[in-house]
């Protein structure tokens, strides 16, 4: 009878890396690498360590000053002898391939940024033809001009040595010729690809459209599977949506179509959005976009601005909105003591006096914004859900009179209580 031996596999550790700016103060360097270590367990590695360093900017040698490097070498150099090996270094900003060079040099161990680890969830969640395309495009251009690092043992040698010389230069500008070429071919299939999903938008009647956008890992997934009754991926890890899901969705007798997208994420790197546009598409043809917040976030008004931002690159700005502020079951928040004169942060407001400010600012958000649009929801726990969907009900009815006036339908109105009749 055969035996099996089942083999644990082991989780790879890293060190993260992050830098202290006049333009990135320690709180906010402390979140970005919060989200990095988020970030890298998506990625299937454990974070055991980070260094943070305060400097005017980050050094065009080796991002960090040479005195950090030295004390992440030690940190490395001891966990090798407490048998405890280092897997890995990631720094939290995107690394040019003379830095990359320099550090791997000094610290003979695997760098990555942060742009090559989102390129590596990426390359993970990709599930359909479009995503993979995508994502190896990424990694491509990612790739083309850090291609140098790859072949230092065939550069020149120093004294001129005869049969060095040439073969480094030829292969590497051999490499680059067949990438530039996969660039165009993997260009070429994504436009196929983006006339096919044209035909399938067409094909999809006389529907309104209505998209979820957000910040990665906000609830975007969850509140699609409630709306439309369906089974959508989620998990509470980044990137956990890359494909960009459709659903029928019907609110009374009121049918429309829902759009649940890939998340947004600081520094996001620009090879990704280019690649990711025919994806985004969904976006950019929606009747009404739902930016969907995470209100227990301490740091949700700055991810509010880089989806508004991104929004805003992908012309999709003056698009009607509705807000809503998801995962309200999670939100804390501590009072403040009476000789506690510090001025107020986020984390001493209570939710009710929150909702209070946030619904006098939603339309200074965005001229497409009204306070009515303004929602507090925790769609795990399904609270305040019929408010919201009597509000949507409204907004994508009105939508449909106006954009398809010879095609109207009976709706069913909410009675006074918020039900459907």
Known sequence: MKEFV??????????????????????????????????????????????????LGPSSVTYIGSGKLEEIAQFIKQKE????????????????????????????????????????????????????????????????????RLWTHLERQRGGSVGLRGPGETQLEMDQRIIRHRISLLKQRLVEIDQQKTTQRKNRGRLIRV?????????????????????????????????TTVRKVIIGNLPFLLSDTVGFIRKLPTDLVESFKSTLDEVREA??????????????????????????DLGCADKPQMIVFNKIDAYTWVEKEADDLTPPTKENIPLDELMRTWMAKAPLLSSQIQPTDCFFISARERQHIDEMKEILYKRVRALHVQKYPYNDFLYDQYDTNGEIQ
Request: charged fraction near 25%; proline fraction near 2%; hydrophobic fraction near 45%.
């Open 81 to 148: 002898e407490e048998e405890n090996p280092v897997g890995m270094v990631i720094f939290d900003d995107e690394l040019s391939a003379k830095q990359i060079r320099n550090i791997e040099q000094a610290l003979q161990i695997k760098i990555l940024d942060r742009t090559s680890l989102i390129l590596d969830i990426f390359a993970m969640r990709a599930q359909t033809a479009a995503a993979k395309t995508q994502v190896e495009l990424a990694q491509y251009r990612y790739m083309l001009p850090r291609l140098t």
């Open 287 to 312: 009747d009404l976009l739902i930016h969907v917040v995470d209100i227990s976030h301490p740091d949700f008004e700055e991810q509010i601005q880089v989806v508004e931002k991104t929004l805003g």
């Open 211 to 243: 998209a979820l956008v957000g910040y990665t890992n906000v609830g975007k997934s969850t509140m699609m599977n409630l709306l439309s009754k369906s089974e959508i991926f989620a998990e509470n890890k980044l990137f956990a949506t890359l494909d």
């Open 6 to 55: 089942i083999t644990e596999t082991k989780v790879e550790t890293a060190v993260i890396v992050g830098l202290i700016t006049p333009q990135q103060n320690e709180r906010k360097t402390t979140e970005y690498l919060n989200e990095l270590e988020f970030l890298a367990e998506t990625a299937g590695a454990r974070v055991i360590e980070r260094f943070t360093q305060r400097v």
